[in-house]
Each structure stands twice: as C-alpha cells, then as structure tokens.
C-alpha cells in the first residue's frame, strides 16, 4: 500500500465530527438526476448513522462536492478533501470522472468507496485504496448482451458518442457477441445527425440499437427520430447505461421511452431493509427511487460500518475492505478481489435487464435477470 502523501485523516480524537468527503454531479453537463438519487441516498444513511448514535460517539458529516462530470473538477475536489482532513471518499457517478478521482484518491493514500461507475479499469494499477459496490462494466454488459442473443437480435447496431466509456462498452458487446454468431455495427454519432443514423440504421439491416450517447441529448432525438421513421416500426432500442432508469426520461420521451430495455442494479424483491429504504428515499425525492439511490444509501452504510471498527485512520480503513460484512439495501454486502478488476469489488450486486411497460409506462417490467 502506498504511503499517505500528506498528515490529514489520522485518528482524531478531539470530538469532532468524522467526515466522508461526497463526490456528486449535482450541475450540467453531469447527469444532474442521477446525482441527485445518489446524494439523496448517501445523506439518507448519514441521516440514520447519526440517528444510531454517529461513529462511536461522534456524528458522521458528509462535505459534499460537486464533479459536473469533470475528471479535472474531480481530481481537484479529491485534493481539497484530503487537505480538510475527511477519512474517506464516497460517491461519484460518471466513470471517467471516476476514474479521476480514483487516481488522486491512490496517489494520496485516501479510501475512496466509488458508488455508481462501473468502467472497468477505474484505476491503471491494482490500488488498496479504492473499493466500489456498483458491478464492473464487463460483467453488467455481458449480461446485457446475453439477453440479446435471448431475444433473438444477432445484427446490432450501436449509435455511439466518442468516451472510453462507450468505447468500452461497445467493446464487450463485440466481444461477447461475435462467438455467438452476433455481429455489432457501430454509428459514429459524432458525424451523424438523427435523421442520416436513421438511413443508417435501415441500411445495416440491424434489428436493435443500443444508444451509447449522452443523456438528454442526442439520446432523446435519437429516440423520435427512430419511433417516427416507419421504416424502423420492428426495431428493438435499448440503452444499456441505464438511462430509462429516471423519470426525467420518461418526462421527456413519454410512450416514446417505453420498451427500451436497460440495465439496473436491484434485487427484484427487496429486503426487509431495503424496503424501508426504498419508502423513506420516494419521501426525499418525492418519486421513485432509482437503483442509484441505494448505491448512495449501501456506500455510506458501508463506510460507516469501517469508520466504527477502525476509526477515522485513512490506512487501517483501507486495509479493512476484505474483512466488510454489510447488511445492503440490495443483498450482503463483501469486497474481494475479482480477476481483472483493479479495485476492491462487491461481487456482484443483483442485474437486471428492465425496460418500462409500453401500456403503463411509470411501471417497470423485469426481462431477464443475470
């Protein structure tokens, strides 16, 4: 494990509060819904912590950061954090800005419990330091790509932006797929309007496309351009990265939004506790909670579980992830070393393949569960 850069985080024994350092995209151009759900569950759990009494005595306070889904913005946050002295890092929903924060996080010797990104590789070399509950991209994704092959979808087209992200993505796609007798054609939305992907899209001869774009837009006229072209009445859209997840989506797109399956990170019955979770979450929203809620909820239910056994020593906490034992909101809750993987991971949260009702669609209906 690397040595701690600078002093801050060490066992406090003044009164003071134990902070976590909260990294959310709370303004454009981060997925502010998202962020949202995700600090709407990490302050939920911080709520209950301190209800029970904080951290052996002490209240647990979140000091929260605003990413906007900006790696640089992130990294700089990371660094302030570790300078106010929080014991760790919690949070944190776009991948690459993830990625980020998970470099800064390594290089100075502060615990980062990542939420919400999936990317593979969050960091480049395997780090003590950094932990995350969400599944890796590899392992969501290819579940993702078995329920294709399912439905019967062997030409698939993808309409993608330019990021690691989606390049990542639709590299597994292929990966998985092509053994499989699929074939994975890509639109390179960067020189496509919606209209010419459309021509593109009949051309291809594919019976799905996956939209790995960015969110509201080109996502959202990628979606009217397609349910208004005739040509396409038979093809299947989906949305892997979750999208459809918040009701902004279906705000937007109404009966459009419908039958567009996506992925989603929840058991199909809940707990007992995650029930519970779940009520008191629609009262802090004032709707439904998305998966990325409890992501926010479990991250700090975990944490404070650490903080309680090892105090508010960065080292001792990071050392700590093999021996986490949590009662989630989404199953129990343990970190182990998953091949391929450079992070400590819970392995694996509950997927789902989800799509909304086209007859209701404020209802979810389950495709395929992996």
């Known amino acids: 494990m690397n040595t701690p850069l600078s002093p801050p985080g060490a066992e406090q024994t003044d009164g003071s509060s134990v902070q976590i350092g909260a990294l959310v995209p709370l303004t454009r151009p981060g997925w502010i819904e998202a962020g949202r759900h995700l600090l709407a569950g990490l302050e939920l759990a ?52 993830a990625r980020a924060a998970a470099a800064r996080a390594d290089a100075l ?108 837009e080109p996502a959202v006229s990628i979606v009217k351009s397609v349910r208004r072209d005739r040509r396409l009445a038979e093809i299947m859209m989906g949305a892997p990265a979750g999208q459809p997840e918040f009701a902004e989506w279906a705000t937007l797109l109404g009966g459009d939004g419908a039958a567009i399956p ?40 975990v944490l404070a579980d650490v903080l309680r056994s090892q105090g508010a020593d960065r080292v001792r906490a990071a050392e700590s992830w093999a021996r986490v034992a949590v009662e989630g909101t989404r199953g129990q809750i343990q970190l182990s070393r998953t091949p391929g993987i450079s992070v400590w991971q819970w392995a694996w949260p509950p997927v789902q393949v989800v799509d909304r009702d086209p007859a209701e669609p404020d209802r979810f209906r389950i495709l395929h569960a992996g």
């Open 262 to 301: 996506f992925l989603r990170y929840r058991p199909e019955r809940l707990s007992p506790l995650g029930a519970r979770v779940e009520t008191a979450l629609r009262e802090r929203l004032a709707e439904a909670p998305s998966f990325v809620a409890f992501e926010g909820y479990d991250t700090v239910a």
């Open 46 to 97: 911080a709520r209950e912590v301190n209800d029970a009494g904080g951290i052996v005595g002490r209240p647990l306070e979140l000091v929260v950061r605003d990413t906007a889904a900006d790696p640089q913005r992130a990294a700089a946050a990371v660094d302030e954090l570790a300078r106010l002295g929080v014991a760790a890092l919690a949070g944190e929903y776009h991948s690459v800005v």
């Open 109 to 216: 010797g502060l615990p980062f419990l990542c939420s919400s990104a999936v990317l593979d590789a969050l960091t480049e070399q395997p780090t003590e330091w950094v932990a995350r509950l969400a599944p890796a991209q590899s392992h969501g994704w290819r579940i993702y790509a078995k329920f294709l092959l399912g439905a019967g979808h062997r030409r698939i087209a993808v309409a993608a932006d330019s990021s690691v992200y989606w390049a990542s993505g639709a590299r597994i796609l292929r990966d998985y797929l092509a053994p499989r007798g699929g074939t994975v054609i890509e639109l390179d939305m960067r020189a496509l309007a919606p209209a010419a992907m459309c021509d593109e899209l009949v051309d291809s001869r594919a019976t799905a496309l996956l939209l790995l774009v960015g969110y509201p």
